[in-house]
């Protein structure tokens, strides 16, 4: 039906204005089959007037939208093979789980033998067998959420949409879905298209992740890629937690450059990938917690790295953080291991700090954003 | 759900509020429209300073439900027709009898004191003095309806959707009448009355194919006459003379077997409070001068000696064109209607309202 | 809790007195409730209920005995005029549902906030004057002299007066104008209490126009339906005025024939008996129309 070749999903040039505001601008990308891609924003990025548009519920002003190479710009959106799981699931609290899965396919008038095989083999696969008879109300969280998703994939779609739907979900139910979820992609072999403003729900299930910000794609890349070599400055400090710091360009040795922060802080970088600086830029640099080593001082011992003092120690268990003041002022959160022994470090104790250059990344610095 | 406590807060105001002004000097008037204009309770003011006037306005069936309700209390004076007195006062007990010492006869006319006397004495007491009077008959815009004389004529086909009347005991006596039966005379035996209605009966639901619609009140008939959907109906004199103020052409027909006449009377409720005040309003009202106000606002007649003359101008005219003195002699007086006879009316007009024709 | 209260002994009693303060003030806080159900409720429905059940034998003289009733099954008039009644309340009500449905949606799902307060204005304004003045501008628009014949005529639309008023047709026109808030106002809550997402699911997923509004918005609606209808059905059933000014010779409305009895035949014995069997019957309609809903009284009227 399809040539192997076609895209499932391909944006190009999407726009969309309302009145005077552009809410998406010009947007390219292709979606591989099978593919668990992520667009990851910030609240008010576009990226639900994105998905709004794949799904059929808005007109783009400019640009074309194609699944399986077809362009669906004219095709309604009961018409198109996108389905959508809601940010509150919407699932329909009147009917049982059984007919909220039946109601897809009584829409395109499959016969009921069909249905009823078609809705007990897709509950057979989200893990939930004997829910069929159950109303909406009586389903936890979870189980709502395969539902919603069962409901969709029944129909066999194209491309699924999840639109933020762990978003209403408590913490602990929250990670156990990220999983599952990816599991439930891997199963079903459809291409997920998955809206979030949460970077760690992208990173966690994501093939691809597309960085979206102010109605633009930042970046498109493997959830490595974008964290470890971020080309914008937004992705850098948006993708994963990173220190950062405004500064100026001092010099420039090869593909290192010595830069002052704002504070005085001297620092030794790179540029980030497919970026230039020159002596005298003013610029943006990124150094996350992870990459910085923190050494305990002794008075006799000499180091290269930066001095500082123990301000304050945040404990969250492995993922607990020093806030180290710099000599200079400047304020550089540091990941610490703490075992609850006696070479744990305290606050008010001076340490010195220091990360490789390949982990301190600079962008020159947006005049606007 | 949030509008109960001040209703509740205002019920209980408004009977501490009537418990109160039941104590001053309050006469609370049972009436019908017309009968207490502005001017005349004015005027009673003026006369007497102390006396409040409060009046509620009502019709001969809920005037009596009013006070059968309550067993006769919360007015001090009601004026229900001649006829509504004698068999309420029997089945409900609602009305006292009235110490005519107090009342100043003398001005009444006496045919008519008499006819009432007669009609409301029970046991040897008098429960009821006239006041005004009227007729009940038809009208008809002599313009279309030339020839227009018989409560019958209502039903002719030649005026089909052309008539009105009103679905009440009065079209069941005119309608008797016409057929040539006397109703009020078959009263004294109600298995023959019960004959007569049958007839009626079955007369009026052959009408309804003619009639355009039942009229409810003065208004709707007014309208349907004043704009000429219809010609001729069913009507009570006085709007009949309104009528003739607006165009001449409407005039009062009085049905060639008589006019049906009532007289609105003056009743004491049972638990009437303020006795006093009622007597100084009967005969405050029956004055020549009040009287000739009364009969402005009401267009019907003050059972005064000559309260004819007492009319206005232009209703004396009305009246003049619609009755001869041969009219006036051929009046019927609507009979006391003895218990039961409510009830046997009642079915009867069900009946009719309920017959889908054809 | 007796015992621990006897042991605080020098506690105690302050606790009581405190706690008695907060029984006195919830009693008379659920005072005004209470004397309205049983004073504007309870107490005339117990004396309607007991005059409905004298029979009269003679002047001021009745028995106990269920004649009031059983006259009611005996005279083919009365349940014809009931049965005509409640045909066409059911039509006034499938009309004002008919009608409110898309202004609910509209108001709940389309409109904007001012919009919204406009319309829900639009509708109250028939509330703002009493049945009779309402009733007698329909007079006006429909009679045979009236605005609409002279317009149709004016129009050429008509060649001659085309009486409007008198029949049926009227009353109907009359009632849906009258109940319509009581329509809308349950129906707009319903469907504004719908997250749009569920619409929006409804197309995503395969259905039309159509299946949606089938499947999805009505069942959805249901219990502002349900419960507008009862409300709807019960106003029009119980309604007075408008069914008599606006009906013509051939129109006859139950409450009619109460009143008839109450005050034409000044016999409140079968008035009340009747205003019982009105009451019954209702119910009874109401009770089947939740039962065909699959709608309970408590998930409808109580919610919306």
């Not at chain 2, 057929?179 to 009263?187: I, K, N, Q, R, V």
């Not at chain 3, 309402?134 to 002299?145: K, S, Y």
Request: charged share 20%; proline share 5%.
């Amino acid at each position: 039906m399809t040539t192997p070749t076609a895209p499932d999903l391909k944006c190009s040039g999407v726009c969309k204005n309302f009145g005077p505001v552009q809410a998406v601008a010009d947007i390219s990308f292709e979606i591989p089959s099978g593919t668990f891609f992520s667009i990851l924003g910030p609240s008010g990025c576009g990226k639900t007037t994105l998905m709004r548009m794949i799904a059929g519920f808005e007109e783009p002003s400019a640009g074309d939208i194609f699944i399986k190479g077809r362009s669906v710009l004219n095709v309604p959106p009961n018409r198109r093979n996108v389905k959508m799981v809601f940010q509150h699931l919407a699932l329909f609290p009147m009917m049982n789980v059984f007919e909220n899965i039946a109601y897809g396919l009584r829409c395109i008038g499959t016969d009921r033998d069909e249905i009823a095989r078609k809705v007990q083999d897709v509950l057979n696969r989200v893990a939930l067998p004997d829910v069929g008879e159950r109303e909406i109300h009586q389903l936890s969280g979870g189980q709502k959420q395969r539902i919603a998703i069962a409901r969709c994939m029944v129909l066999d779609p194209d491309v699924l949409l999840l639109d933020e739907p762990l978003g209403a979900l408590d913490l602990k139910l929250r990670e156990a879905m990220k999983i599952e979820l990816k599991l439930l992609q891997n199963q079903f072999d459809t291409t997920f298209v998955y809206i979030t403003h949460d970077q760690s729900e992208a990173l966690v299930m994501s093939d691809r992740v597309a960085v979206m910000n102010d109605g633009r794609f930042e970046q498109i890349g493997t959830p490595q890629e974008l964290y470890h070599r971020p080309q914008t400055a937004f992705v850098a400090g948006f993708v994963g937690d990173s220190n950062r710091w405004s500064g100026k360009v001092t010099g420039t040795r090869g593909a290192e450059v010595t830069l002052e922060t704002e504070g005085g802080t001297v620092v030794r970088s790179r540029p980030g990938d497919g970026t230039k600086v020159a002596t005298g830029d003013a610029v943006e640099l990124f150094v996350r917690p992870e990459f910085i080593e923190l050494v305990h001082r002794t008075p006799r011992q000499k180091r290269t790295g930066l001095s500082g003092k123990v301000d304050n120690l945040l404990f969250n268990g492995a993922n607990s953080r020093a806030l180290v003041r710099l000599a200079t002022g400047d304020l550089v959160e540091v990941d610490v291991t703490l075992t609850g022994g006696t070479d744990d470090v305290k606050p008010g104790e001076e340490v010195s700090l220091s990360w490789s250059t390949k982990n301190a990344v600079c962008f020159p610095a947006r005049a606007a954003s | 759900m949030r509008n109960k406590m001040p209703l509740a807060g205002l019920l209980a105001a408004s009977l501490l509020f009537g418990m109160g002004s039941a104590q001053a000097e309050t006469l609370r008037l049972l009436t019908w429209g017309g009968y207490a204009p502005d001017n005349v309770i004015a005027k009673f003011k003026e006369k007497y300073p102390d006396i409040d006037v409060e009046v509620t306005l009502s019709n001969n069936e809920e005037m009596i439900a009013k006070l059968r309700a309550t067993g006769g209390a919360g007015f001090d004076l009601a004026q229900p027709s001649h006829d509504r007195i004698y068999a309420p006062q029997l089945e409900y007990n609602i009305y006292k009898p009235l110490d005519l010492s107090k009342i100043d006869t003398s001005v009444m006319e006496p045919k008519l004191l008499e006819g009432v006397r007669a009609n409301t004495t029970i046991d040897g007491e008098v429960y009821a003095v006239p006041h005004q009077w009227g007729t009940s008959g038809l009208m008809a815009d002599k313009s279309k309806a030339p020839d227009f004389k018989s409560w019958g004529d209502l039903c002719d086909p030649k005026y089909k959707g052309k008539t009105s009347m009103r679905l009440k005991r009065t079209i069941l006596l005119g309608t008797a009448f016409a057929m040539g039966d006397d109703p009020f005379a078959a009263y004294a035996d109600l298995g023959k009355y019960q004959g007569i209605l049958d007839k009626v009966v079955d007369k009026l639901i052959a009408c309804k194919d003619v009639i355009k619609a039942y009229w409810k009140g003065g208004d709707d008939l007014s309208a349907m006459m004043l704009s000429g959907e219809i010609v001729a109906s069913e009507t009570w004199d006085s709007t009949a003379y309104k009528l003739y103020g607006e165009n001449p052409n409407i005039v009062f027909v009085p049905p060639s077997t008589g006019a049906l006449a009532w007289i609105d009377t003056f009743v004491i409720p049972r638990k009437g409070e303020a006795d006093d005040a009622a007597y100084k309003w009967i005969n405050f009202v029956l004055q020549p001068e009040i009287s000739k106000l009364m009969s402005e606002s009401t267009g019907a007649i003050v059972a005064v000696k000559g309260g004819k003359d007492l009319l206005p101008d232009a209703l004396k005219a009305a009246v003049n064109a619609a009755f001869t003195d041969a009219d006036i002699d051929n009046l019927k007086f609507f009979a006391n209607i003895p218990p039961g006879v409510e009830d046997m009316e009642g079915k009867a007009l069900e009946k009719i309202q309920a017959a889908t024709g054809g | 809790m007796v015992n621990q209260e006897r042991r605080l002994l020098p506690g105690a009693g302050s606790v009581m007195k405190h706690r008695d303060a907060r029984r006195l003030s919830l009693i008379l806080l659920f005072m005004p409730l209470a004397l309205w159900i049983v004073l504007l409720i309870l107490l005339p429905h117990i004396g309607m209920g007991i005059l409905s059940l004298r029979e009269k034998i003679g002047p001021r003289q009745y028995e106990f005995g269920l004649a009031n009733y059983i006259a009611f099954f005996q005279e083919p008039i009365y349940w014809h005029i009931m049965a005509r009644t409640a045909v066409i309340s059911l039509l006034v009500t499938v009309l004002a549902l008919i009608v409110g449905f898309p202004v609910s949606y509209y108001i709940a799902k389309i409109a904007g906030p001012r919009t919204r307060g406009a319309m829900f204005m639009f509708c109250l304004i028939p509330l703002w004057v009493s049945d009779l003045i309402r009733a007698f501008g329909w007079i006006l628009l429909l009679r045979e002299t009236g605005v609409i014949s002279g317009i149709l005529q004016w129009t050429g639309l008509a060649s001659a007066p085309v009486e409007l008023l008198y029949n049926d047709a009227a009353v109907v026109v009359g009632l849906v104008y009258t109940v319509m808030l009581f329509m809308i106002v349950p129906l707009t809550s319903t469907l504004d209490g719908m997250d749009d997402a569920m619409i929006e699911a409804g197309y995503n997923l395969g259905g039309n126009g159509l299946t949606v509004l089938r499947r999805i918005i009505i069942p959805y609606a249901m219990p502002g339906i349900v419960s507008g209808s009862i409300i709807v059905f019960m106003l029009t059933a119980g309604s007075y005025l408008t069914p008599v000014l606006l009906g013509g010779k051939y129109s006859s409305w139950f409450t009619q024939t109460i009143y008839d009895q109450f005050i034409t035949r000044y016999n409140w014995e079968s008035g009340a008996a009747f205003g019982f069997l009105l009451l019954f019957f209702t119910s009874f309609v109401v009770w089947i129309g939740l039962k065909l809903s699959g709608q309970s009284l408590s998930s409808t009227v109580a919610r919306s």
